[in-house]
């Protein structure tokens, strides 16, 4: 037996004789019913029957009464399987009311109208109560058999009902927890191929700015070479022609001593039309630029090569972070030249442990991203630094745009941008946030709209046991 089994049954009836009468038929006393059971096993050798379970009628002399009744059996949840409804009952509701009103709370209850006259014609009375599947009629004087029949047989089918009903909600429990297994499986799934996705493209993209890097150096080491001649000759040039202005100058110095007028004309006229005072002031001065020159080219080339550190084949090493600042700086000042002032509050710093060239990406992408937020209107660049305990930090400011409150959560992810097609990839700030978190730091931003914002990177000065595989 399990709780679903129910036998209790409510009769609502107004006379109460007919209250006796059902309990005698429904409720005989329990004694009777199963000794003459045990007294047939005796006799005939007949195996004993399955005992029934009794039912437990309940009486109601009226329909609210019976509904009262029906309230409180659902609240203490033991509901009734099935009522007996007296159709007459010429005091308070009658029976198609009460019927009426017993659904309303319980929809399960099985009904048996029990009637010797209706003031409805049945079909009346269905149309009515709209419960053909509940339903049954039971006419006066009634045999105890067909009560008796009645009262299993539509216990039995509440039993049933209510088994199904929970079969049901089983399974559609089932179903849905199945179709959420299905739905987060699928979830899972897109995300590892977003994921995927993403990381090939970040691969592609780090394969791309290595490459870069490595052409870099490579053209900086091709140029290294013709660069050290031209910078040397100049020098040895820069000797030469003073010795020669000197001679000039002693040539000069001696040409009225020449005794031959025509020779002496000659010679005269030929040093003011190649304008010689000139060519002595400016020679000098012409060399001073081209060294300056030449030195500038080769802090390009020194910075190029620092910059994508190829010589350092990215391995975790002592590195000063500020020497990579100040390289990255140069090799993007044309983009910075006509668009921001650069202010620096730098402070000693002590080496890190780093991979050089990955962080001067970081700085890169920080300067790159500030000068294409200032507009056409000239702005600032503030760079400082600084050591914070065992940590190193690096702020990039500027006065451009600012950052809309509802993309800030966004600008790490990666192909987030807000530039035109063509002018952004928007994966800048997401392999910046990839290396700081590879060398155990963090990176964060305060911004605000139409003022400036503010990028700070912190990094360990020591990276710990486990620190990342430089690729
Ligand atoms: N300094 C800044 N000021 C204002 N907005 C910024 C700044 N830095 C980043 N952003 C915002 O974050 C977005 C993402 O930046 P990110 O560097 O990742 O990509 P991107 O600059 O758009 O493209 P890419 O760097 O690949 O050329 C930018 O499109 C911009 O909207
Ligand atoms: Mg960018």
């Not at 004789?17 to 003459?36: E, G, M, V, Y």
């Not at 990666?414 to 730091?441: A, C, D, E, N, R």
């Amino acid at each position: 037996m399990d709780d679903l089994s129910n036998r209790r049954i409510l009769l609502i009836d107004d006379t109460p004789s007919i209250h006796d009468d059902f309990r005698k038929i429904l409720t005989p006393p329990a004694a009777d019913a199963n000794s003459l059971d045990d007294l047939e096993a005796q006799l005939f050798g007949a195996q004993a029957k399955p005992r029934q379970q009794p039912f437990e009628l309940d009486s109601a002399y009226g329909g609210q009464e019976g509904l009262n009744k029906v309230c409180q059996a659902l609240e203490q949840q033991r509901p009734y399987a099935l009522a007996f409804v007296d159709m007459r009952m010429p005091q308070g509701w009658d029976g198609a009311q009460t019927i009426e009103r017993l659904w309303q709370e319980d929809p399960r209850l099985q009904v048996v109208v029990c009637t010797a006259y209706s003031d409805y014609s049945w079909e009346d009375l269905l149309e009515r109560l709209q419960g053909h599947n509940r339903l049954l009629i039971l006419k006066k004087p009634f045999d105890n058999i067909e009560v008796q029949q009645m009262a299993s047989t539509l216990t039995s089918k509440w039993e049933m009902t209510a088994r199904a009903l929970l079969q049901m909600h089983h399974l559609e429990d089932l179903v849905e927890q199945r179709t959420e297994d299905l739905r987060q499986a699928g979830a899972a799934l897109q995300q590892e191929i977003d994921e995927r996705k993403q990381l090939e493209n970040q691969l592609v993209q780090s394969e791309k700015l290595a490459s870069l890097g490595q052409l870099a150096a490579g053209v900086a080491h091709e140029i290294n070479n013709p660069i050290g001649f031209v910078a040397s000759n100049l020098g040895s040039l820069a000797g030469y022609l003073e010795q020669i202005s000197q001679l000039l100058t002693a040539y000069r110095q001696s040409e009225e001593a020449i005794a031959a007028p025509e020779l002496r004309k000659r010679l005269q006229s030929l040093r003011e039309s190649i304008d010689l005072d000139f060519l002595q002031e400016d020679i000098p001065l012409l060399i001073k630029e081209s060294k300056d020159g030449i030195g500038r080219v080769e802090q390009i080339v020194k910075d190029l090569k620092n910059f994508s550190r190829v010589d350092s084949d990215q391995h975790w090493q002592m590195a000063d972070l500020q020497q990579g600042i100040d390289s990255t700086l140069n090799i993007v000042a044309s983009e910075l030249k006509y668009k921001a002032d650069l202010i620096k509050h730098y402070q000693p710093l002590p080496e890190i442990e780093c991979l050089p060239s990955q962080l001067n990406q970081v700085v890169m992408n920080l300067v790159i991203n500030a000068a294409q937020a200032i507009g056409p209107e000239r702005g600032t660049i503030t760079l400082s630094n600084g050591v914070a305990g065992d940590r190193v930090w690096l702020e990039v400011s500027d006065s451009g745009c600012g950052i809309d409150e509802q993309h800030l959560q966004k600008i790490f992810d990666p192909f987030f941008t807000t530039k035109p097609v063509g002018q952004g990839t928007g994966l800048g700030l997401s392999l910046s946030y990839g290396i700081v978190k590879k060398h155990g730091g963090q990176i964060s931003v305060r911004s605000q709209l139409g003022v400036g914002s503010t990028f700070r990177v912190e990094l360990p000065i020591r990276q710990g046991p486990h620190r990342p595989d430089p690729a």
